[in-house]
């Protein structure tokens, strides 16, 4: 029997629909009237849930309908749209980044007589990040007039494309549907509206995701209960690899190894499953109440992270400022936690090198040099992606010049997942009713820090520089090759440590700082090249100037003036620059 299951679950596509959007805009309703099959996880039967009518955790449902056209001839018979029905609370944020990470499309719920909402917005955001397709449901429009109800459903429509335009769901599909007329209330025997056409379109949209039994497990658990006489039983999704019945896997977070008992997919026993598939899978001597939510893997292959490197940008929607050295809650897989962030671009050598055109999908590469930012900077304008992402509205007024920005992230506590994972940083702590994108930054996991003692061992060679620079003036030249300078230093600064550092001067002439020149700050420059003709008169005109008002302020010379003719010319500046690695503990001074 378990045979014939495992040989029906190979035929059969597993294509997981997330259904995201405002809370209360009846996305559970909608799951409910297409699904024909209930997971343990299905319709949120959180007991709060019920009582206020709205979802507090993913659900999992699942209907099979016949294989389209357009994936006929593939290895499969017949589609499993399995659908996560994604809370819409504002405060539940977490949980619908979550359930992104793991859709191959996404159902945008809309309540057709409010439209966008703050979190229908989120969403669109999220699912932007996170999946490649969508269609946008307007749901409840059996509320709408009947004499008004065409019109009010096209205008939406219209309303919907003008918002979608600049995103990468520009045309998307938009459909009406009433998943629950009359409301929570009504009698179940009440026959939902536009759902057969809603099936029809996803049955067009569903395309051949990328499913590859190869590689190690990762499988990403959302729910975790007993069965007396039977084990533990974890469900979620497949997210790479594949598992088998007396596999030993890991669950990382409490470093512990489990074999697997049995399997079902949907109540159906199988033997194995793979990338994509929705499945439960039973351990034994293991207590649910250790993993609400998380990672289990094939032993050994998913790190603890105590830091990270991540290529980033950020999300123009997002109106605050991204700061470096700011706390965001960031979100990897299922887990959210508070971390430090400091961001970085790549230098102008790094930019300008043709192997770090884009950058997203490489290795971060500790031999280069970076700059220091003090803020994440909205992504260039110019060769900008169709991307919500990368849509202007309301974007910082600062933007990068390059498309290679990184985050080094600090985690208030260890985190488990997997290398390259998807990394959305956030300010969860906004006001819930402020009306304003909480989504701050999305990019890719580059560097996974699995040392505690990274602050000896990794920062010390991260080439994160910023760039110094200070100006003095020339007071006088004591020959052709040499001048006296100030104001570069104070009269306490230790001179000797800037000794060998080139400067430049404002009348084009390159020197070095050769040493100290008395106590109260000034130095010796050498211009070995030596000084340009119109340079050293200027200078002269001035030691000769600055001799007489001398001479004028102790009386020597009659009827002198103290001030300073109105035709003299300006002084000559000094200007000296070089950079610093931001993790150098000896504070050494650089200069190309």
Same mark, same amino acid.
């Given at each position: ?6 040989? %029906?679950? $190979? ?29 343990? @996880?299905? /319709? ?13 955790? !993913? ?20 589609? *499993? ?13 977490? #949980? ?53 109800? %065409? ?11 003008? #918002? ?52 190690? /497990? ?34 990382? %977070? ?63 929607? /997002? ?43 490489? $290795? ?33 007024? #600062?933007? %990068?010049?390059?498309?290679? *920005? ?6 208030? &506590? ?47 060679? !991260? &080439? ?12 006088? @030249? ?65 030691? &000769?100037?600055?001799? $007489? ?14 001030? @300073? ?17 931001? /993790? ?9």
């Amino acid at each position: 029997m378990a045979s014939d299951s495992t040989a %029906a679950a $190979k035929n059969l596509l597993n294509f997981n629909i997330g259904v995201l959007g405002h809370v209360d805009s009846g996305k559970t309703s909608l799951a409910k009237a297409l699904s024909t099959i209930a997971s343990t @996880a299905a /319709f949120d039967k959180n007991p709060q849930s019920k009582e206020r009518g709205i979802t507090l955790d !993913l659900g999992f449902s699942s209907f099979i309908v016949d294989l389209p056209e357009h994936l006929k001839g593939t290895s499969y018979e017949r589609l *499993q749209f399995t659908l996560v029905d994604c809370p819409g609370h504002a405060s539940l944020i977490r #949980t619908i980044i979550g359930g992104a990470q793991i859709i191959d499309l996404m159902m945008l719920v809309i309540d057709v007589t409010k439209g966008m909402q703050t979190q229908s917005a989120e969403c669109l955001v999220i699912g932007e990040i996170a999946c490649k397709k969508m269609v946008v449901v307007l749901n409840k429009v059996d509320l709408l007039p009947a004499a008004k109800k %065409a019109a009010t459903i096209e205008k939406m429509k219209k309303r919907m494309l003008k #918002t979608l335009e600049n995103t990468r769901f520009a045309n998307c599909p938009i459909l009406a549907v009433a998943a629950k007329p009359g409301g929570p209330e009504a009698a179940e025997s009440m026959q939902a509206e536009g759902v057969a056409d809603l099936i029809d379109e996803l049955k067009k949209q569903s395309y051949l995701p990328e499913r590859d039994p190869t590689g190690p /497990f990762l499988f990403s658990v959302d729910h975790c209960f007993s069965i007396r006489g039977q084990g533990t039983v974890m469900t979620g999704t497949i997210l790479s690899g594949k598992v088998a019945i007396n596999d030993t896997v890991e669950i990382p %977070a409490l470093k512990m190894n489990r074999k697997v008992k049995s399997m079902q997919m949907f109540r159906q026993p199988v033997t194995q499953a793979i990338q994509g598939d929705r499945v439960g899978v039973c351990v034994t001597q293991f207590d649910p109440k250790q993993l609400e939510r998380g990672l289990v893997c094939t032993p050994g292959t998913l790190p603890t992270l105590f830091a990270g490197i991540a290529l980033v940008k950020k999300i123009p929607y /997002f109106k605050g400022t991204c700061a470096t050295k700011a706390k965001f809650h960031v979100t990897m897989g299922h887990d959210t936690v508070m971390a430090k962030v400091l961001f970085f671009g790549a230098s102008s050598e790094t930019s300008s090198s043709p192997n770090n055109a884009d950058g997203e999908g490489s $290795k971060f590469n500790l031999d280069q040099e970076y700059t220091y930012q003090d803020e994440l900077m909205s992504p260039p304008i110019a060769g900008k992606e169709n991307t919500a992402s990368n849509n202007q509205s309301g974007a910082s007024s #600062t933007q %990068a010049t390059t498309n290679q *920005q990184w985050a080094l992230i600090e985690f208030e &506590k260890p985190v488990t997942c997997q290398r390259n994972c998807l990394v959305i940083g956030s300010k969860l702590d906004t006001d819930i009713h402020s009306n304003t994108c909480r989504l701050a930054f999305h990019g890719e996991l580059l560097h996974a820090v699995t040392d505690k003692t990274y602050n000896e061992t990794l920062l010390p060679n !991260l &080439k994160i520089f910023k760039t110094k620079s200070r100006e003095g003036v020339v007071e006088r @030249a004591t020959d052709n090759y040499s001048v006296i300078g100030r104001s570069l230093f104070k009269k306490e600064t230790n001179i000797q440590t800037f000794v060998g550092l080139k400067v430049r001067l404002s009348s084009g002439e390159e020197g070095v700082i050769e040493g100290g020149f008395g106590q109260s700050g000034k130095f010796k420059i050498r211009i070995s090249s030596g000084l340009k003709e119109e340079t050293f008169k200027q200078l002269s005109e001035k030691g &000769k100037k600055g001799k $007489k008002a001398a001479a004028s302020a102790s009386g020597e010379v009659e009827g002198a003036s103290t001030d @300073a003719p109105s035709g003299s010319r300006q002084s000559i500046k000094i200007f000296l620059d070089f950079k610093r690695y931001i /993790f150098d503990t000896k504070k050494q001074m650089i200069q190309t």
